[in-house]
């Protein structure tokens, strides 16, 4: 199950709208967040000890959000890290809001890459990360790829991320899975995740691949929307 866009599909992303500079991520992922009206505050529901600051429109409150997470991670849900990466990137800390996207993401992989196919205790979460992916990954992608070296650092570092703080929640028995030895399949998939991103890589490490990307991009205007400072 791909919930991830290539780099080949990020060349159109958001191609339709006015060049102008894309300073916040209005998206709707039901039950989980909504941010559709301009200038009032989102509507957050990942957890009790997340709402109120991912709420908030205070970059320190964000911050805080993302220090927390690092601090215990072990059961921390993708969608927390998805709002999270969104609020980041709302905030004005775009790198970070891009790390987090992809540790989201990464993490909800390995989940479903341990636990059965279509597993039900998982299923609603799978489609909210999804949904994410979908709706806020153009923008944070936008942003990415405004500079491939440093969109490779971040991708490299939030797979170690993902390596050292394994999610706890594939290991709870009521999610079933795919064989009794849940660390190996979990180390498969990271291999899996670290082989796809190496393959990304190399696509953009092509001359004529990444001048032909970054050539569609200016034509879409996506320097103007996400490269400001």
């Known amino acids: 199950m791909m919930i991830w ?11 339709a709208q006015a060049a102008e500079p894309v300073k916040q991520i209005p998206i709707y992922v039901e039950p989980f967040y ?37 601090a215990d991670p072990k059961i921390v849900t993708p969608m927390t890290m998805m709002v999270l990466a ?8 775009r790198d970070e809001a891009v790390f987090w996207f992809y540790v989201a993401k990464d993490r909800t992989v390995i989940l479903t890459g341990v636990a059965t196919p279509n597993a039900r205790p998982i299923a609603q979460a799978v489609e909210a990360v999804i949904a994410f992916a979908n709706l806020a990954g153009p923008y ?17 570092r939030a797979l170690d991320r993902v390596a050292a703080n394994p999610y706890q929640a594939m ?8 064989s009794e030895d849940r660390s190996a399949l979990a180390a498969q998939e990271l291999r899996r995740l670290r082989d796809n ?29 996400f490269c400001w400072s």
Do not use: H, W
């Open 140 to 156: 944070i992608n936008g942003y990415a790829y405004c500079d491939f070296k440093n969109q490779q650092a971040i991708r490299r």
């Open 5 to 15: 866009r290539t780099a080949g599909a990020l060349l159109f992303a958001g191609a």
């Open 86 to 93: 969104v609020r980041l990137y709302d905030v004005g800390e």
């Open 171 to 178: 290991f709870l028995q009521q999610i079933p899975a795919r």
């Open 34 to 70: 909504s941010s559709r009206v301009p200038g009032e505050a989102p509507r957050v529901a990942v957890g009790q000890r997340f709402n109120a600051l991912l709420a908030s429109s205070r970059r320190v409150d964000i911050l805080a959000v993302r220090d927390m997470v690092v």
């Open 197 to 225: 991103a190496g393959k990304e890589a190399a696509y953009l490490e092509d001359t004529k691949t990444r001048e032909e990307f970054y050539a569609t991009r200016k034509q879409n205007e996506m320097e103007a929307k």
